[in-house]
């Protein structure tokens, strides 16, 4: 067995030695809670297709505070994704060259953010209007 | 040359991401504080059948699968490849671990649609 004891700088807490890196753990951690929604909605799938009491306790469980306080979580997460996902798009995307130049970052981001508000002001719009 | 499955798993990576990029926000804030909450939207409008009738449509049914699952596909690929980074150097169990369980829940959602019927 070797005597050589060679230095090997720990990786412990590497991300927190940057700001970059912070982005990018938070951005990676956001993937966490995409699956939770997934998994709750996947249960109510589930419920649902058990019937109407099956699904009535579904709707009950997501009235418990718990449940309301980690959809508040779970709001703040995905507003993040989303902001994140669209930071990223310049980047993440194919190439485009329109006129033989590179399509800006900001406009690339821009667009995103702006879809995504408008599909989702829409959404929560039509939710409204859905007849009683 | 063996052909690589990264460019499918990408690719559903990749739907998810946009998927809930877009729409993600406004879900969760319509099924799990305004829906509860009875704030805004009618109190009605997660009721048994208005969500039944929505899973029996056929947009509906697809609208639900394609959610539910490519969320569940966006987050396992991004939970697998983050794993190394917070200094699990896994391997092929880690693999089938996260892309099994979207896998899972995939079929599970796939069933409980069908049996919801048209």
Known sequence: MSARRPYVRSMAGWWRRDPFFVRYMAREATAVLVVAYAVIQLVGLVRLGQGQAAWEGWLQALRHPLSVALHLVLLAVFLYHTWSWFRIMPKTMPMILPDGKRLSPTLITGTGLAAAAVLCIALIVASMKVAS | ?118
């Open chain 2, 1 to 118: 040359m063996k052909r690589s499955n990264a460019p499918i798993f990408w690719s559903m990576f990749g739907a998810g991401g946009m998927l809930s990029a877009l729409f993600g926000p406004a879900l969760v804030f319509i099924t799990g504080i305004a829906v509860p909450m009875a704030i805004l939207v009618p109190p009605d409008l997660m009721s048994y059948a208005h969500a039944h009738a929505f899973a029996q449509h056929w947009f509906g049914k697809a609208c639900l699968f394609a959610f539910v699952s490519l969320f569940l596909w966006h987050g396992v690929h991004r939970i697998f490849h983050s794993l190394h980074d917070i200094g699990l150097h896994t391997g092929i169990l880690a693999k089938l671990c996260c892309y099994g369980g979207a896998l899972a829940g995939t079929l599970v959602a796939g069933w409980a649609l069908l049996s919801i019927g048209f």
